[in-house]
């Protein structure tokens, strides 16, 4: 009996290499930059023809599939999951990254059936580090099986969180509060890679124990999720209840222990609008 999804799967990790190409070539010449939402929510010509590669192909091989894209959704695409097969793509996951030539720059896709995530790959580019999980079968880098560090106190962990400027004053200073409060737990230290994607699978190969953040999209968290899952890792809202893919925001750690421990101490930013499911 042929396997759908894997198929999928194998046709996927083909355009994320060629899209991987694309980024690593676009990094040797001058990037051209333009700004969405804010002066810090920036966008590159290179997110844009990444994403339409990957759509295209994909289009081109399942027709009757859905597409969440990160750059669709801004230019006036709706960000609605449903119960059919769904791409949702993040074709440069830490743009400013990109665009600073820092070297922690991902692909991110995940697929969903029933608004549950079947695989998900993230590619970090510069470093050529193919991250790779489909459900129940484990979790890989370049082929390798990952898994989570299993780090059960808070006080021996590395925690990963993005930090950046906020127009809105209250959501500035819940972030700051946020910082301040996990550093005094204390912990071994707080990161900023700068790519929710490759963050996630920071914890999922158990180089942190740790990673939360509110205010991200579904695209930022699809691919990462289901490695970190696969690698044995925990993922929860900031409230502590379940994950919810279109909530915006998540608590990742190497353990339930860290995760409901990070979830009691870090105030939620309540102000952010979800996305949507049907």
């Not at 079968?137 to 962990?157: H, L, T």
């Not at 699978?201 to 695209?219: E, F, R, T």
């Not at 909530?247 to 409901?260: N, W």
Request: with cysteine; hydrophobic share 40%.
């Amino acid at each position: 009996m042929s396997d759908p999804w894997k198929e999928c799967m194998d046709h996927c990790l083909e355009v994320t290499k060629k899209a991987g190409e694309m980024v690593r070539e676009a990094l040797q010449k001058e990037i051209a930059v333009m700004q969405k939402s804010s002066p810090v929510d920036l966008v590159t010509e290179t997110d844009q023809k990444v994403e339409q590669l990957i759509i295209s192909s994909i289009k081109e091989k399942y027709p009757t599939h859905s597409f969440i894209g990160e750059e669709s959704v801004a230019a006036g695409a709706p960000s609605v999951l449903t119960d059919n097969p769904t791409w949702i793509i993040d074709p440069i996951d830490g743009t400013t990254n990109f665009v600073h030539r820092f070297p922690f720059v991902s692909i991110s896709i995940g697929f969903t059936v029933k608004k549950e995530i079947e695989f998900g790959i993230v590619y970090s580019c510069i470093e050529d580090k193919m991250y790779t999980a489909r459900k129940g079968k484990g979790a890989f880098c370049n082929g390798v099986p990952i898994k989570v560090s299993g780090q059960e106190d808070i006080s021996q962990s590395m925690v990963l969180t993005e930090m950046g400027f906020k127009n809105d004053p209250e959501q500035f200073n819940t972030m700051l509060a946020n910082l301040k409060t996990i550093l005094t737990l204390p912990v071994h230290g707080i990161r900023s890679p700068g790519s929710a994607a490759v963050n996630m699978c920071l914890v999922a190969c158990g180089s942190a124990d740790a990673y939360y953040h509110m205010g991200i999209h579904c695209w930022d968290m699809a691919g990462g999720a289901a490695v970190v899952k696969e690698a044995g890792g925990v993922i929860i809202d900031i409230s502590g209840g379940p994950f919810d893919l279109m909530s915006r925001r998540l608590i990742v750690a190497s353990s339930r222990a860290i995760a409901e421990r990070i979830a009691k101490e870090i105030t939620e930013i309540l102000s952010l609008p979800q996305e949507s499911k049907l």
